[in-house]
């Protein structure tokens, strides 16, 4: 049952942590809940137990033992604490009521196949268990159990020693059958005492008695009672001696009658009595010293059916099936009927009663076999435990339907949150995550200034004349390679990526999140563009396209326009610049505005001078070409090794490790980006530009 592998799961987690748990999980591919009532494959378990060993590196039976100590504990947590405490007054007795226990559970747990134990008593305190299992290989379980079960309930601290393992042949199919050697090490606490010490107990006692409040809201008659009865040997129950009568007073008829289901058979299994109502529903135990497995088997314990073998076993429970073929012919349709009770030695008769009654689970069962409540004795707790079973499967069935529809809800909350993860991994590449924040929440987003930041812009060389000599469909092929290029450079450089148009893709350094690095974070990312475009194909000519990039620094604002698709944009006269930069600049140059320039002057660029240019709308300026980085290789301007930027863009190649890095990286705070500031080891060098004519080309406005 499910109870089993929560019982593992549990186990791991709170013994090796959770990460071991999922490792364990996917290891053997199983889910992460079980269903307490649902019925799971046996090779499941043994699958988690065995990985379980190879991962932590300890052995099979260690980690059996281990189970078997924290079964016990679990049981405990789950509501049996008191179930388990009431089977016995020492460990012997515990053992004894072991395989009735299981009886017991076997009414709500119907698939449940459970071991048998059989317990002798040897010399010195020391006991035989026998231990028989369906399941081979978990035997080692048991010392864990017993061990914990022992120190528990009896204050008692015993050791486990297996004297012998093999399969049992004797029972019905070869079963795995271990004997342990249960030695006492201490015992803290003993049931015997000495009279004296008894006898101070007693007058202990009698003084609390007559501090006893009388008021029975307190305390019962009961509970005083048995708090002050003493005599000098010891507890009444050790003292205590039955009379019998010299003549059984009672008659054979009143007896059958008043046991309704019993049988008593001889050393050679003839019947000699039964009750009147197992003749009713086996209509062949009327006849006279038939054999009784002529017509049942022993379905538990699984022995041979003979007295040697049942008195072995005696102090379990027996269950009895009745064998359908010679049942009369218009029953053998119905289910074989199973009876439940003790087996009992008459010594001076030579003869085994059994005293039973009809194994049933529910109301159901009680029709199919076309019994009532009647037909059971009413002294037979029998009638009052298919009730209240009968409420208990009820409230099994609604239990695991709850169990199912909270495992449902998981699934579906985990797969909303992947859902809502994809949703979110969409939306914050279209708006700042702030901002997009902002707006599920259902705020306005206000305009914000930003005193310095560095704008870039690019568009494709002729690419008016690629359009008119291409498919629309290879046009569309060679920008999505493009920009996808310059999309994963804008996480290795940490720039925002405010829009495309066309052929021109813009971003910015320093919003919207400022950072005082804005300018060298833009040109490591051009000087990454202008490589990626090399990998790009002109569709026309077979070559690598160009590309022209252009820079500038300064002011701008910001802000969200529009509430279907709203679009972070960028207003004000560094946009309208930068853009000019860009169409007045030359193929795969990157070509920088005066005061780009100084904001990178010093912080180890190569940039020479372009001289003064007419620009349009502007006039005259003086302009530079952005050449190389260097301090930074074209590996690490690709992000095709992991070496993160300092706050002045300069690579930090401590702990280089050859990864691609993450495209999705956030950008860094101002906070995070302020704090270590140094200046740069190489001085910006700076040559004059010959005087080129310069290239007329369109310019895009915003």
């Known amino acids: ?138 035997c080692h379980i048991v010392p864990g ?10 204050d008692t601290e015993v050791t486990m020693d297996i004297l012998d393992l093999n399969e049992e042949v004797e029972r019905t199919g070869k079963k795995e059958h271990a004997v342990f050697l249960i030695t006492q090490k201490s015992h803290r606490q003993m049931r015997s005492a000495n009279p004296i010490r008894l006898q101070d107990s007693f007058l202990r006692m009698k003084e609390k008695y007559l501090r006893i409040s009388v008021c029975p809201g307190k305390k019962s008659h009961w509970d005083t009672v048995r708090n002050i009865i003493m005599f000098g040997k010891g507890h009444l129950s050790y003292a205590f ?57 022993i379905i538990h314990p699984q022995v041979t059916f003979n007295i040697a073998s049942i008195c072995k076993f005696i ?61 059971i004795a009413p002294h037979d707790t029998t009638r009052d435990l298919i009730l209240l079973n009968q409420q208990r499967l009820a409230e099994m069935e609604l239990s695991n339907q709850l169990e199912r529809k909270k495992e449902e809800l998981r699934v579906l909350s ?32 206000a305009a914000g200034e930003f005193e310095t930041c560095t704008i870039l812009f690019s568009d494709v060389v002729t690419f008016t004349n690629i359009c008119a000599s291409c498919e629309p469909i290879q046009i569309v092929n060679m920008l999505n390679s493009m920009f996808s290029k310059f999309d994963r450079l804008t996480g290795v450089h940490e720039v925002y990526k405010v829009e495309t148009i066309g052929d021109s893709y813009m971003v910015v350094g320093g919003v919207p999140v400022p950072v005082r690095s804005h300018a060298e974070r833009v040109a490591n990312f051009a000087l990454g563009m202008r490589i990626s475009a090399k990998e790009v194909m002109n569709p026309v000519t077979g070559e690598p396209i160009q ?29 309208n610049t930068a853009s000019r930069m860009e169409s007045h600049g030359l193929p795969n140059k990157v070509h920088l505005s005066s005061t780009s320039y100084r904001a990178l002057e010093n912080q180890g660029f190569e940039i020479i001078e372009r001289g003064e240019i007419e620009v349009k709308g502007k006039g005259k300026m003086t302009t530079y070409f952005l050449i190389r980085n260097l301090n930074a290789t074209e590996d690490e301007l690709m992000g095709r090794c992991k070496i993160p930027f300092d706050h002045k863009g300069k690579p930090q190649r401590d702990n280089v490790s050859l990864v691609n890095p993450d495209p999705s990286l956030e950008m860094i705070s101002l906070e995070a980006t302020s704090a270590d500031q140094q200046s740069a080891s190489d001085e910006t060098q700076t040559r004059p530009f010959p005087s080129d004519s310069v290239p007329s080309a369109f310019c895009v406005l915003l």
Request: aromatic share 12%; charged share 25%.
């Open 1 to 138: 049952y499910g109870f089993i592998n929560t019982c593992l799961k549990s186990l791991v987690t709170e013994k090796f942590g959770e990460e071991m748990w999922e490792r364990l999980k996917v290891s053997v591919e199983v889910q992460d809940v079980f269903m307490t009532y649902t019925v799971y494959d046996d090779t499941i378990t043994m699958k988690l137990i065995q990985e379980a060993s190879k991962m932590l590196g300890v052995s099979l039976e260690a980690i059996l033992k281990l189970f078997g100590e924290y079964f016990f504990k679990f049981c405990k947590k789950s509501g049996y604490d008191q179930m388990l405490r009431t089977l016995g007054g020492n460990l012997m007795e515990f053992l004894e009521n072991l395989d009735a226990l299981h009886s017991y559970l076997a009414l709500s747990y119907q698939e449940m196949n459970a071991p048998s134990f059989r317990v002798e008593k040897g010399k010195d305190g020391e006991m035989l268990l026998h231990y028989y299992s369906d399941r081979s290989g978990l």
């Open 145 to 154: 159990i017993i061990e914990t079960v022992a120190k528990d309930f009896f």
């Open 241 to 297: 001696k039955p009379v019998y009568p010299e003549t059984l007073w009672m008659e054979v008829k009143t007896f059958c009658t008043a046991f309704p289901f019993h049988i008593v058979f001889d050393e050679a299994l003839r019947v000699k009595q039964a009750g009147v109502n197992i003749q009713k529903y086996v209509p062949g135990l009327q006849i006279q010293k038939i054999q009784l497995d002529e017509y049942f088997s």
């Open 315 to 375: 102090n379990s429970q027996f269950v009895l099936k009745t064998r359908n073929k010679v049942m009369p012919e218009a029953w053998k349709n119905q289910p074989t009927l199973k009876l439940r009770g003790q087996m009992i030695w008459m010594e001076s008769l030579q003869c085994m009663i059994f005293m039973c009654s009809p194994k049933l689970r529910s109301l159901q069962e009680l029709e199919e076999y076309k019994m009532h409540l009647s037909d």
């Open 414 to 445: 985990s797969h909303l949150a992947i859902e809502k993860k994809k949703t979110e991994t969409l939306l914050y590449a279209m708006l700042p995550e702030h901002v997009a924040n902002q707006l599920k929440e259902g705020k306005k987003v």
């Open 547 to 575: 590309i022209r990039i252009g820079i500038h620094t300064g002011p701008v604002l910001a802000g969200i326009v529009g509430d279907k698709m709203p679009r972070y944009c960028l207003f004000g006269d560094t946009v």
